[in-house]
Nanobody
Framework: QEQLVESGGGLVQPGGSLRLSCAAPEFTLDYYAIGWFREAPRKEREGVSCVSSYDGSTYYADSVKGRFTISRDKAKNTVYLQMNSLKPEDTAVYYC???????????????????WGQGTQVTVSS
């Protein structure tokens, strides 16, 4: 199964940090551009960040630029999303997904992504 597994979510105070992990137990993530998305209650799923496999380019939604960083650890077959300076509006279930091509952009069209994980909950609250 080309399915992803997210982990690392939790409860943090505003201004805190979390590092989310995206793993693929049965295939190599490095062959794919990987995106991070989030879905808050009663809201549509929205793109957060993406890293290309073609040239390693990274992209971020305007709402997280300067606070979030996407990266790969090829040895661990894992893609990370480092989240700093967290805000209450960052509260959501976070998902990672494979892009259907080896390049991605800041458009984050859902139709461009294939395999998804089950998500990990991030709650930012005092």
């Amino acid at each position: 199964q080309e399915q992803l597994v997210e982990s690392g979510g939790g409860l943090v105070q505003p201004g805190g940090s979390l590092r989310l992990s995206c793993a693929a137990p049965e295939f190599t993530l490095d062959y794919y551009a990987i995106g991070w998305f989030r879905e808050a209650p009663r809201k549509e799923r929205e793109g957060v960040s993406c890293v290309s496999s073609y040239d390693g380019s990274t992209y971020y939604a305007d709402s997280v630029k300067g606070r979030f960083t996407i990266s790969r650890d090829k040895a661990k077959n894992t893609v990370y999303l480092q989240m700093n300076s967290l805000k209450p509006e960052d509260t959501a279930v976070y998902y990672c997904a494979t892009h259907l091509r080896d390049q991605c952009s800041g458009n984050f069209y859902l139709r461009d992504f294939g395999s998804w994980g089950q998500g990990t909950q991030v709650t930012v609250s005092s």
